[in-house]
């Protein structure tokens, strides 16, 4: 099993910035794609983005130019560095892990959520 713990979220004015932290433990060999979903009330999770055991990134549209997700294999840790926030960044963000190149909604792993939110 894996198990992901997130830090770093919290209450950020408009045009702020915050880092998120996933540390991942137990069977991380297992562990290929790693990052960050978001669920704001009343939408679907979403992908934010993610970043291979190789190296491979993706992001969404909605945070292109503004987050920047980290990896550090190393100590098994993901970071999402979120910057010009915007109110509409608000959300529950959860951390996601899967053995697979990707990640979906139907990942193997996730994180117990922190929430992230951005006062206009």
């Known amino acids: 099993q894996v198990q992901l713990v997130e830090s770093g979220g919290g209450l950020v004015q408009a045009g702020g910035s915050l880092r998120l932290s996933c540390a991942a433990s137990?069977?991380?060999?297992?562990?290929?794609?790693m990052g960050w979903f978001r669920q704001a009330p009343g939408k679907q999770r979403e992908l934010v983005a993610t970043?291979?055991?190789?190296?491979?990134?993706t992001y969404a549209d909605s945070v292109k130019g503004r987050f920047t997700i980290s990896r550090d294999n190393a100590n098994n840790v993901v970071y999402l560095q979120m910057n010009s926030l915007k109110p509409e960044d608000t959300a529950v963000y959860y951390c996601?892990?899967?053995?697979?190149?990707?990640?979906?909604?139907?990942?193997?792993?996730w994180g117990q959520g922190t929430q992230v939110t951005v006062s206009s």
């Open positions: 996601a892990a899967d053995r697979k190149n990707y990640l979906s909604t139907l990942s193997d792993y």
């Open positions: 970043k291979t055991r190789g190296g491979s990134t």
């Open positions: 137990g069977s991380i060999f297992r562990i290929n794609a």
